[in-house]
């Protein structure tokens, strides 16, 4: 991706931040919404489903970047991009949840069937379905999870950070 | 910690000791210990622990409700095993254990009002409608509340669906036959009158759209509702035995500082954030998420230290994997901190073997313990009730101790 290359990631950290914020507004226009999970990036420009939506900021860390979208809702969500261009982690944390079809893509009928546990309180998921795992915890008014896909994690990345 | 105050009280030790002379332990497995229940009065109902309509709950609060049809005293029923829930907002009820037909809710265009609520694993989709609803002695007349798999609203927008999880629609997937939201807020959204997009409210014609709420026709924390003791709630229960019980007795005390069994006394307040949450310390980390909350049912947190179960062979996929099975009893501490300073300090809990105990035939387990799915969170479930007296404060209201929002123990 052509973002990933730009001449801005030699730049001061604050430089970098911003240059990425402009190119992706550029790139994305100011009404986009959600990527989709397993897929590339560019997925956040044919989003309409939450207009309104919004990117807060695009930062990159050692091995992804992350977008942080506002949603109208009040919920945060943040997507992880891999350096080959596609979305490998989705996380959501706000009053109400994101709409999840839109955010897991092909892997959405997946959760909603995943079997439920015997122990299940309305309080925790933690669902792994082959590649994808999906965990979330909270109660309500106050809700948050994250799903990615086991084998699209780049190397070197702590799970515990994406969230 | 509670018999300690009841002696500093006459007329509390003399309730409790009348309690007792009327056989109020409650039945067989109760755990030992602190605080007897109080009697019966206008604003105490009663609560139990045990194995649900499903006859596989854990950790499960469950309290009657008397719904009617609202300005008759006649048209009424009673519903039992409706889970007592202080992490979530309003009564709502499972359609098929209702034989009412309790008028729908409508906006100001006249369509009518349902609510796609949102659980942490799924979605519940219903109608609001209207009720009289009582509990022990407290009414709140043409109170909204949510009647869950309404056949009368049977199409689930896309956007509902599309928020994900299980549907929760049935006694089967919701585990109770409704639940009853008292934790520290008025309404189960904190900002639908402005905003529709958090596909929690539709109004329905022939389609169902997104949309804004007036405030008095959303979900509201019942209790607020109630012509007297409408500021929180006490949750009292016993402690529990180490292994666990069946069929634990306790009560659910309406009102905070208005009757005699409902004083705070030296209770600790830690008033809690716009989540409803707090700051826990444990094992030298801050969980800035951290909550306390009668409907989880385990102690929720992350120690890589401790053993977590291993799935039975007949089972590979089951669950227990994201509990604790340590081979023998593990002692912790915490420390709480409310937004108010106030710190909760060298509070104990124990984590027992899960697979062990889901092995017995019990239903209240104090060292059910598993992993949480958010690193940034220590979710103290229903063991937290365990031994103590519980107030859950409403937000804007004022008790003798403090304003809510708050939970004091």
């Given at each position: ?15 970098k931040?911003?240059?990425l914020?402009v ?6 226009g100011?009404?986009i919404?959600?990527?989709?999970l ?5 997925t956040?420009?044919?989003d309409?489903?939450?207009a309104?939506?919004?990117?807060k900021s695009s930062?990159?860390?050692?091995n ?6 506002q949603?109208?809702?009040?919920t ?12 490998f ?7 109400t949840?994101?709409d ?9 009928d997946?959760?909603?069937?995943a079997p439920r546990?015997?122990l299940?309180d309305?309080?925790?998921?933690q669902?792994q379905q082959g ?10 008014r106050?809700l ?12 070197g990345?702590?799970?515990g950070?994406?969230? | 910690m ?6 500093r009280?006459?007329?509390v030790?003399?309730?409790a ?6 056989g ?14 109080p009697?019966p ?10 194995q649900?309509p499903?006859?596989?709950?854990v ?8 719904v009617?049809?609202?300005?008759s005293?006649a ?6 095993h ?13 359609a098929?254990?209702l ?6 809710e409508?906006l100001?265009n ?10 942490v694993d799924?979605?519940s ?8 609803v009582?509990?022990a ?5 043409s109170?909204?509340?949510?009647v ?23 006694v089967?997937?919701?585990?109770a036959?409704g ?5 520290p807020f ?9 905003v529709?997009?958090?596909?929690l ?8 759209t ?21 500021n929180g709630?006490?949750?009292v ?7 666990g019980a069946a ?5 659910l ?9 409902n004083q705070s ?6 008033t ?7 700051p ?7 969980l ?5 909350d ?11 230290s401790?053993s977590k179960?291993?799935?039975p ?5 089951s ?13 912790f501490?915490?420390s ?12 104990t809990?124990?984590v027992g073997n899960?697979?062990t105990?889901?092995?017995?035939n019990?239903d ?7 992993t949480?799915?958010n690193?940034?969170?220590f979710?103290y ?11 859950v404060?409403?937000?804007g ?6 304003t ?6």
């Open positions: 991706m052509p973002l990933f290359q730009s001449d801005a990631l030699k730049r001061s950290e604050a430089v931040r911003a240059a914020g190119l992706l507004i550029a790139a994305l100011p009404r919404a959600s990527a989709t397993g897929e590339p990036e560019v956040v420009q044919t309409v489903v939450r309104h939506a919004s990117i930062q990159d860390r050692a992804y970047r992350v977008h942080e979208i949603l109208p809702s009040g945060v969500m943040r997507e992880f991009v891999a350096p080959n261009g596609n979305v982690a989705v996380a959501w944390q706000g009053p949840r994101p999840l079809r839109q955010a897991l893509g092909q892997y959405f997946t959760y909603a069937s546990s015997k299940a309305r309080r925790h998921v669902i590649d994808l795992v999906v965990q979330a915890g909270g109660h309500m106050a948050s999870g994250r799903a990615y896909l086991l084998s699209a994690v780049p190397s990345v702590d799970l950070d994406l969230h | 509670v018999s300690m105050r009841a002696l009280s006459g007329l030790l003399a309730l000791l009348s309690a007792t002379a009327c109020g332990g409650g039945g067989g497995g109760v755990g030992v210990g602190p605080p007897p229940p009697p009065a206008s604003n105490v109902a009663s609560v139990t622990i045990d649900g499903l006859n596989a709950s950790n499960m609060l469950f309290a009657s409700v008397t009617c049809v609202p300005g005293t048209n009424c029923q009673t519903i039992d409706i889970q007592v829930d202080t992490g979530s907002y309003g009564l709502r009820i499972l098929p254990v034989t009412l037909t309790l008028p729908v409508t100001a006249g369509n009518s009002l349902v609510e796609c609520t949102q659980f799924g979605y989709w219903g109608p609001v409608v209207s009720a009289d009582q509990i002695g407290e009414t709140a007349h109170l909204p509340v949510q869950i798999g309404d056949t009368r609203f049977t199409n689930i927008p896309t956007n509902c669906s599309s928020t994900g999880g299980t549907q929760e629609d049935t089967a997937t919701f585990g036959n639940i009853l939201g008292i934790g008025q309404l189960d959204c904190g900002d639908c009158d402005t529709a997009t958090h596909g409210y539709y109004a329905c014609a022939t389609t169902c997104e949309t804004t709420v007036p405030t008095n026709l959303q979900m509201p924390n019942p209790i607020t509702h109630f012509a007297a003791d409408n709630a006490i949750i229960l016993p402690s529990v035995a180490a292994g069929n634990v007795g306790g009560s005390i309406f009102g905070i500082d208005t009757q005699a069994n006394g030296t209770q600790t307040v830690l809690v954030d716009g989540n409803a949450e707090f826990i310390t444990f094992n030298g980390q801050t800035a998420n951290s909550f306390i009668s409907g989880s049912n385990g102690i929720y947190f992350n120690d890589s401790i179960c291993v799935a062979p007949n089972d590979p996929t669950q227990i994997v994201n509990f604790y099975c340590p081979p023998n009893t593990l002692s501490g915490l709480i901190q409310g937004m108010n300073g106030v710190m909760a300090n060298n509070l809990f124990n899960a697979q105990m889901l092995n017995s019990f209240a387990f104090p060292q059910l313990a598993g949480n799915p690193p940034g969170s979710d479930g229903l063991a937290f009730f365990y031994g103590r007296r519980v107030a404060a409403v937000e209201d004022t008790t003798s101790a403090g809510g929002p708050y939970i004091a123990f």
